[in-house]
Nanobody, 126 residues
Framework: VQLQASGGGLVLPGGSLRLSCAAS????????MSWFRQVPGKEREFVAG????????RYVDFVKGRFTISRDNAKNTVYLQMDSLKPADTAVYYC????????????????????WGQGTQVTVSS
């Protein structure tokens, strides 16, 4: 599967962005999907993930209540709605996919994901 992330940009603190990750190739519904983020000098970290059906999602503590992951299997797209953004959310955001992750909730471990998008920059600054 090929993944194309989009939707990043510059936003004021307290603002919102919606990231999208469009998939092509094998049937999208076969893949668990997650979003990770990375800042220079730090390891890539899990942000949110969603099962193949969309019935279960998982969030890291520092985004709970602010970010929402969703997917539209008919449009082969996963989304990350980010509200109440903080400067600490500044990072490159990556979408990731894997067919072998069958658990609910999905794995938060980056090495468990075989496919990655190219990343989209999110900058939260005044």
């Amino acid at each position: 599967v090929q993944l194309q992330a989009s939707g990043g940009g510059l936003v004021l603190p307290g603002g919102s962005l919606r990231l999208s990750c469009a998939a092509s190739g094998r049937p999208f519904r076969e893949y668990a999907m997650s979003w990770f983020r990375q800042v220079p000098g730090k390891e890539r970290e899990f942000v949110a993930g969603i099962t193949r059906s969309g019935g279960s999602s998982r969030y890291v503590d520092f985004v709970k209540g602010r970010f929402t992951i969703s997917r539209d299997n008919a449009k082969n797209t996963v989304y990350l709605q980010m509200d109440s953004l903080k400067p600490a959310d500044t990072a490159v955001y990556y979408c990731a996919a894997d067919r072998t992750i069958l658990t609910a909730p999905v794995s938060p471990i980056s090495r468990d994901y075989a496919y990655w998008g190219q990343g989209t920059q999110v900058t939260v600054s005044s």
